[in-house]
């Protein structure tokens, strides 16, 4: 999906994995919110979230919901699925009926959300 099909007011969350990463990460973020802040999206990146080094990963989340919880969009990083924080996010997300949309190699595309049919 082009970035100029999509709705651009608002501000876009970034989901991905963090924990047990080198440097939590921090690269993915930071390189998927360069690229989508070139291309007019207002990005919410949690790697730029400023912390204590004593912070627990309850910690971290409640920083990263609290973010969350002010965008419009998530747009999930890749090995998302593998992350519990993530997960979590999404969950949220879901449940607050806001746009969610994948991120690989540089574009972003609509998450297809997998539900269990009872």
Known sequence: MALKDLERDGRW??????????????PAFHE???RLRTQGLAVVNPAEIRGDEDWTWGDWMRAAL????????????????SSRGA?????????????MFEYRDGEITPLVVQTAHR
């Open 66 to 81: 609290h973010c969350l919880l002010g965008c419009h969009a998530v747009v999930f990083l890749p090995g998302w699925e």
């Open 32 to 34: 998927a919110a360069t």
């Open 13 to 26: 969350y970034l989901a991905g994995p963090m924990s047990g990463y080198p440097d939590y990460n921090r």
């Open 87 to 99: 997960r979590l996010e999404r969950e949220i997300a879901e449940a607050l009926g806001m746009a």
